[in-house]
């Protein structure tokens, strides 16, 4: 398959690839979704790796932060999700096998057998339904030696105006690029996704990823999120 990466910015680092899904396979995905009961949103400090000693800080929170609906969709689910990640690592170029459990033979070098990749969630907003600006990484817990965390993030739209949506785009507040002082924003457009990073080339968080979903004026808004760790997944 040819994807054709478009550089939409630079800081922060972020990608546009048109019909990277299908119409079929968004169809497919959006079925799948709706055998499955959509719950409100949580946002969780995604970074505190506490392996369990302080499990406060894991606790997931209901805010108006966050008021849109998701589930999780595994990517074991059907061979059409199987495909999907696949694409997301020749995107990324990162071994599928590392977005996947592997077995003991595949891989040796890479410590631990978990997925890097999280399952994909389906992301659901009603008109006026929104997420502020935020980073998709968190902190490791400080014991945590590997300081694991979100790396880059895949976002794919599923609909657009031809479905009655208006809003919803995701924007980068933080966009430097020497002309505007404007925001960077993304429009959703059916099959389009967008790759961005949450790190820098030398590992620090990269503060400018901070990004957010547009308040939904018309209609409904459907996207998946892939989040993609370094080293290990281990939430
Ligand atoms: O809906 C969007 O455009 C962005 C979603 C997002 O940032 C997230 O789920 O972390
Ligand atoms: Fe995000």
């Known amino acids: 398959m040819n994807m054709t990466l478009t550089v939409l910015s630079c800081a922060p680092r972020v990608f546009e690839i048109r019909n990277f899904l299908s119409e079929k396979e968004i169809d497919h995905i959006i079925e799948i979704a709706g055998g499955i ?19 406060d800080t894991k606790v997931e929170r209901k805010t108006k932060v966050r008021t849109s ?4 969709v595994a990517r074991e689910k059907s061979p059409i ?5 696949r694409r997301a690592a020749d995107l990324t170029r990162i071994d599928e096998a590392l977005m996947r459990t592997r077995s003991e033979e595949e891989i040796p070098e890479f410590d631990g057998k978990r997925s890097i990749a999280e399952t994909l969630q389906l992301v659901h907003y009603d008109p006026t339904q929104e997420y502020t600006a935020h980073h ?7 014991d945590d ?5 979100r790396f880059a993030t895949i976002l794919f739209y599923l609909n657009d105006e031809h479905d009655g949506l208006v809003g919803g785009e995701t924007a980068f507040p933080r966009y430097i690029n020497g002309k505007t002082f404007h925001d960077l924003k993304v429009k959703p457009e059916a099959g ?6 949450d790190q820098l080339p030398d590992g620090n968080m990269d503060d400018f990823s901070q990004h957010s979903a547009k308040p ?4 409904e808004k459907w996207l998946i ?3 993609i760790w370094d080293p290990a997944y281990k939430a």
Not at 81 to 85: K, S
Not at 145 to 149: E, G
């Open 37 to 55: 009961k959509l719950s409100e949103s949580t946002t969780g400090d995604v970074g505190s790796n506490s392996n369990g000693k302080n499990p």
């Open 69 to 72: 609906k998701n589930s999780w």
């Open 81 to 85: 999700l199987d495909a999907v990640y």
């Open 136 to 142: 998709d990484f968190g902190y490791s817990h400080i």
């Open 145 to 149: 030696n590997m300081q694991a965390a």
């Open 192 to 197: 389009k996704a967008i790759l961005f990073y």
């Open 216 to 219: 939904v004026i018309r209609g």
């Open 225 to 227: 999120n892939l989040w």
